[in-house]
């Protein structure tokens, strides 16, 4: 992933490649919020998003971004046109999308329409 010494800071818990995606998106039995876009300044401003979900919501779904050199391979691969860009996998497949910056409320709201009913509150 190409980041400078202070975007390390900025990264989710998980960050999926090439090499990880299908172990730690297709196969996992957990709902994953994955974010799509590219480094520079919108990357920093969604991932400090991320970071405010990630606590409240550890419980329900696992959140990670798109390793820079995995971005133009998986946009190809689910048709995405513009980012940033928001997917939520669950069971191995996609459930829901969401294109556009995202505050904490619209990723929130996103979740609540797209989580399975057993999860859509955090703890």
């Known amino acids: 992933m190409k980041m400078d010494a202070n975007s390390t800071a900025l990264q989710p818990m998980n960050v999926i490649s090439n090499r990880n995606f299908e172990v730690k998106i297709l196969a996992t039995d ?3 919020l994955l974010m799509c876009v590219s480094g ?3 990357y920093a ?3 400090r998003v991320l ?3 990630s606590d409240p919501y550890r419980r329900m779904v696992d959140i990670c971004c798109l390793e820079e050199d995995f971005i133009n391979g998986f946009r190809e ?3 995405i046109k513009g980012t940033p860009v928001f997917l939520l996998f669950h069971g191995g497949k996609e459930t829901g999308r969401m294109l556009g910056m995202a505050d904490k409320e619209r990723l929130e709201a996103f979740l609540a329409r797209n989580l399975p009913l057993t999860s859509t509150h955090p703890s």
């Open 40 to 42: 520079g300044r919108v």
């Open 45 to 47: 401003e969604q991932v």
């Open 51 to 53: 970071k405010q979900l």
């Open 77 to 79: 691969m689910y048709g």
């Open 30 to 32: 957990r709902p994953v």
